[in-house]
């Protein structure tokens, strides 16, 4: 989950005892007690504590949060959120089900991504598309909400890659037509998103 533009703050250390963030120069650290990479931190006070490295023995997002301030995050040419979409259309021999797959960046790193198959039968590569965008388009909306709670609010609508057009102009059109009323009601939520401006579907060729 680190991507290449977070840097970890080398005078901070998390105190066991006291369950927070300390800085501590290296003269003040005793050296390693054992295989677990806790050191002992001397106070002016005469007394010790056990400290370790701040992304060491993380166990949970919610230690990430808590520890979240011994980390610093260098410019880079982009730190928004986006994220590609793509689909594999009836790649499943046995139930001709396709597969959906999305990748999300925070700056130069990926972070969430998933690969699955579809609950449903898409009767042509425009659906498995569309139904992929939806689902990513879900996951993109957690990821902002996520990211505000890290401060890291998004001020634009997240871009979403897509290279089908025709599933661009789906999500963009909200007259039903013929060749989308059998899609489910709940793949139509991606449309609610775009006019919310928290996602943006956007072409891009399938190359990239």
Partial sequence: MIARDVVVNEQA?????KQKVELHSNDSLKGRRDATSRLHVSYEDGSDSEVDYPILKIRSLA???ERCNMVNMEPSNYQELEGYVDSD??????DM???????????SGPFSWISKKQEV???STVEAEYITAAAAS????????LLADFGKDQSEATFLWCDNKSAIAIANNPVQHGRTKHILVKFHAIREAERNHEMKLVHCKSEQ
């Fill in 13 to 17: 250390f998390w105190n066991w005892e």
């Fill in 63 to 65: 230690e990430i949060y």
């Fill in 89 to 94: 259309w009836a790649g499943n021999a046995e």
């Fill in 97 to 107: 089900k396709s597969t959906s797959g999305y990748l999300f960046f925070l700056g």
């Fill in 121 to 123: 039968v898409a009767q």
């Fill in 138 to 145: 879900n996951q993109a909306i957690w990821l902002r909400r």
